[in-house]
């Protein structure tokens, strides 16, 4: 597949469900993808990216930004205390703020530098033991206590469970976002973000599909 692929298809999406394509950003998920095939999505034209790795970030889009202008970057994968600040530096947006030691982090860097990333803050709506995320359970209180320190939360991210209908979650996260006043809606990924479009997301991430297989070290 191909990024204009995935583009018909997010707007074929979007006409079905009654979607306005200028509220749907498609993150393309470069984490492990080689620097050309990165760069041959730049020549596309497109400019909203997402990485797993802060370590993988700081090696890459510093450079990249140094001949492309407009690039937004997503942090998409765990976040540790320690990379915090330059994660901050690197990213427009994190989507992965998943406990309060993180928010405390984030709140206290903010006020230092005097800037924030917009935060999407992840939800384990499986609930599943392996996986980051707050609990559905615990969200409510949560997304107040970001609030109390005035983060700036944009909206809701999840990764529903593989062998379980993504429907399901992607429904639970809407809900969790609708009764707190979040409109960002961090969820589906190659294979359901269409579905995804339709219960309301904001930001589809989607990787192979657009670059090819990842071939891990």
């Not at 498609?26 to 492990?32: G, Q, Y």
């Amino acid at each position: 597949m191909s990024l204009s692929e995935i583009k018909q298809r997010l707007s074929k999406a979007c006409a079905t469900y009654g979607r306005n394509e200028s509220d749907v950003t498609l993150i393309a998920v470069s984490k492990v993808q080689p620097n050309e095939r990165v760069e041959e999505v730049l020549k596309e034209g497109h400019r909203v990216f997402g990485e797993n790795k802060v370590q993988e970030a700081a090696g890459k889009w510093p450079m990249f930004r140094e001949t492309y202008d407009g690039i937004e970057l997503h942090l998409i994968g765990p976040l540790q205390s320690n990379k915090a600040r330059q994660a901050m530096e690197l990213a427009q947006s994190i989507h992965t703020v998943d406990r309060p030691k993180i928010a405390i982090t984030i709140a206290r860097l903010a006020q230092e530098m005097g800037q924030c990333p917009e935060l999407f803050i992840q939800v384990n709506t499986g609930e599943e033991p392996q996986k980051a995320g707050i609990s559905p359970a615990e969200a409510d209180a949560f997304i107040k206590e970001c609030r109390d320190m005035d983060l700036p939360v944009r909206g809701l991210m999840c990764i529903p469970p593989v062998e379980e209908e993504a429907s399901l979650h992607f429904a639970l996260l809407r809900k969790i976002a609708e009764r707190n006043g979040l409109t960002g809606l961090s969820m589906g990924m190659s294979d359901d973000f269409e579905k995804a479009i339709s219960f309301g997301a904001t930001h589809v991430r989607v990787g192979s599909a657009i670059f090819g297989a990842r071939h891990y070290e």
